[in-house]
């Protein structure tokens, strides 16, 4: 490919990073949790390559866990992040012109991505959320990607008790599982603060929280003086619209205004058809972990998939395209996560987000009708 000097501005949407008045991102945002792990580095390249280069896509998220899941074998953290640092390096030219996103880990009892990032390799040990853990991500995800500053970082989950049912599978809060212990909020807005303050991070967003935790990081980083998040990066999908419920309230645009930002929005492969009928495709993503995001394939998530896809069918389009166009069509701003391991699949995806692609008013209903028949299918209270 022929050096490419700046990012072709293509028919896909840009739309401001919340309430950052500077940023404005494409409504797709390029994942790469399986660099590492089910795609090479030069996969990597070739598909930030396509992405960027062509397609325009301004905005890559990472964090410095990933790939994922951590049960692989060929598993090192900070292995993503370090494979687009050297694309980087290869494209100087574009960095300014690209909004890069990473995560600092929230509280994990043991874990080889956080906390005292000084220890062995191999060395369990906690990862934490206070001032002195997040510094010392920072500059590693930094060194990492080989840049100066990182565009968006984000908490990836919260260092207090949580109950993620993206995780666990379950939403119920369990007041007994509190921990005494946990970083306050308001420490980890001043260490970000101070990340800000010295030009080693533009703006800072969540990812995995709560209404409670929104307003808190808020009030936090408006009694410190700080800027406030700008972004949140839940789960969201046909088959988990938990998002919906209260939290999209508080990061409205006439609140917050936060600016979502789903991830599996197509549930871990699932909203893409390829796992009906019982099937197990070679290679996909679930068939090769057998205990990594099963939630999407259990009996009322298939059921509901099933009949997605016979209203895709119907509106002439895949499963796929519905399923990741219906993200933009929420009443709140959203730039939609994807990833692919393939270029094909990366291709159809960012397809979706083609001003040519447009959902109907009855195929919206029709979604609706699903999902009043089970809400979030793929979660149990």
């Not at 580095?41 to 998220?61: C, P, S, T, W």
């Not at 840049?147 to 599978?169: E, M, S």
């Not at 600016?259 to 099937?279: E, F, N, Q, V």
């Not at 990594?292 to 209203?311: C, D, G, M, P, W």
Request: hydrophobic share 35%; charged share 25%; glycine share 6%.
């Amino acid at each position: 490919m022929a050096a490419v000097t700046s990012i072709p501005r293509t028919t896909l949407r840009r739309i401001p990073l919340g309430s950052a008045k500077d940023v404005f991102v494409t409504d797709v945002c390029l994942g790469t949790m399986t660099w590492g792990v089910q795609n090479t580095e030069a996969e990597a390249h070739e598909q930030l390559d396509y992405a960027v280069k062509q397609r325009g896509v301004n905005f890559i998220d990472t964090a410095e866990m990933y790939p994922v899941p951590s049960s692989d074998a060929r598993w090192k953290p900070g292995t993503t992040e370090e494979i687009i640092g050297n694309w980087l390096a290869k494209n100087v030219e574009l960095r300014k012109e690209l909004v890069v996103a990473t995560k600092v880990s929230g509280y994990q009892a043991k874990s080889e991505t956080a906390g005292n990032r000084t220890v062995p390799a191999g060395a369990p040990c906690a990862a934490r959320l206070d001032k002195q853990s997040i510094f010392q991500a920072c500059d590693a995800s930094l060194r990492r990607l080989r840049t100066d500053y990182i565009d968006l970082y984000q908490v990836h989950w919260p260092d207090r008790y949580l109950p993620i049912g993206a995780f666990t599978g379950s939403t119920e809060y369990i007041q007994s599982k509190e921990r005494s212990d946990s970083v306050p909020i308001r420490e980890t807005v001043e260490a970000l603060g101070e990340l800000i303050k010295a030009g080693k991070i533009r703006h800072y967003g969540l990812s995995n929280e709560s209404t409670f935790g929104v307003c808190e990081f808020v009030r936090a980083a408006d009694e410190l003086g700080v800027p406030r998040p700008v972004s949140i990066q839940n789960s969201f999908c046909l088959l988990h619209r938990q998002f919906d419920t209260e939290v999209a309230e508080a990061c409205s645009k006439s609140n917050y205004n936060i600016l979502l930002l789903p991830w599996t929005p197509l549930a871990g492969g699932a909203l893409s058809g390829k796992y009906l009928d019982g099937a197990r495709p070679e290679g996909a993503r679930m068939s090769v972990f057998k205990h990594f995001h099963q939630r999407y394939l259990n009996e009322n998530s298939v059921k509901a998939t099933k009949q997605y896809k016979e209203i895709a069918d119907k509106a002439g389009m895949s499963l796929t395209t519905m399923a990741l166009n219906w993200c933009k069509t929420r009443a709140f701003n959203t730039s939609t996560i994807i990833g692919a391991t393939t270029l094909e699949q990366l291709k159809e995806n960012i397809d979706a987000f083609e001003p040519s692609v447009v959902l109907s008013k009855e195929t919206l209903k029709a979604i609706d009708a699903v999902h009043q028949q089970c809400r979030d299918p793929c979660i149990a209270v």
